[in-house]
């Protein structure tokens, strides 16, 4: 079965700290897709990555930056320097192989940067 | 850009009533979904549909039925509303078949419902 745990409910951090938000997937699948979601509080889930199973290099897009082990089966993303505008709830997700394009989501964890 | 919309922002109803819950999408997209989410549970699968008039249930259907006469358009019926059903629920669509991919998903504002 596939399951996503996010085990950060929630983490509060002061501007310009770096944080880290893990996500750790379970699936039988060889291939997947991954996927992190911010949803600022106006409510609309925002795509930030997705990543296929085949693929493990980092990733960085200014500030964030992703980290996919297939050896701990995780997909961990950092913020670097965190701003206010980064408050938010992130979501982690796992997608099987097909068109179906149907997102397992782990539970969230919220963050809070404070100025 | 694409645009999923779902009527309405804010839903309060009482129990026992039909409630219909409406969302569309206009970037011709063939998967469309209804999620709910909960503090604590994260984003649970309600159902989807991956065609006009196909749907198949996710993991937490009871309760639920839907509706999708034409493309752009995916419909969530409450068909007796219960106090359990609080809740925010948010619909979603994304390429489909089109794509030999799996493509990210779009996602609605969100409806917050409430019954009473």
């Known amino acids: 079965a596939q399951k996503v745990t996010q085990a950060q409910t929630e983490i509060s951090v002061v501007e310009k700290e770096d944080v880290t938000l893990d996500c750790v997937y379970e699936?039988?699948?060889?291939?997947?897709?991954l996927f992190w979601y911010k949803q600022p509080p106006s409510g609309e889930l925002v795509f930030l990555i997705r990543r296929n199973s085949f693929d493990e290099q980092n990733e960085i897009s200014g500030r964030y930056s992703w980290n996919f082990q297939k050896s701990t089966s995780s997909f961990n993303f950092t913020i670097t320097a965190s701003q206010v505008v980064d408050s938010a709830v992130y979501f982690c997700?796992?997608?099987?192989?097909?068109?179906?394009?149907?997102?397992?989501f782990g539970t969230g964890t919220r963050l809070q940067v404070f100025p | 850009d694409v645009k999923v919309t779902q009527s309405s922002r804010y839903l309060v109803k009482r129990t026992g009533e039909k409630v219909f819950l409406e969302c569309v999408q206009d970037?011709?997209?063939?998967?469309m979904f209804w999620y709910r989410q909960d503090p604590g549970l994260g984003l649970r699968l309600i159902y989807f549909?991956?065609?006009?008039?196909?749907?198949e249930k996710g993991d937490i259907p009871e309760g639920y039925s839907v509706s999708r006469e034409k493309k752009e358009r995916f419909s969530l019926i409450l068909e007796s509303a219960s106090t359990n059903q609080t809740s925010m629920y948010l619909c979603?669509?994304?390429?489909?078949?089109?794509?030999?991919?799996?493509?990210?998903?779009?996602f609605g504002s969100g409806t917050q419902l409430s019954v009473l």
């Open positions: 699936t039988r699948d060889t291939t997947y897709y």
């Open positions: 549909s991956y065609d006009v008039k196909m749907k």
């Open positions: 970037m011709d997209h063939e998967n």
């Open positions: 979603a669509s994304s390429l489909g078949a089109k794509s030999p991919t799996n493509e990210k998903l779009f």
């Open positions: 997700a796992l997608s099987e192989a097909g068109n179906t394009d149907k997102l397992i």
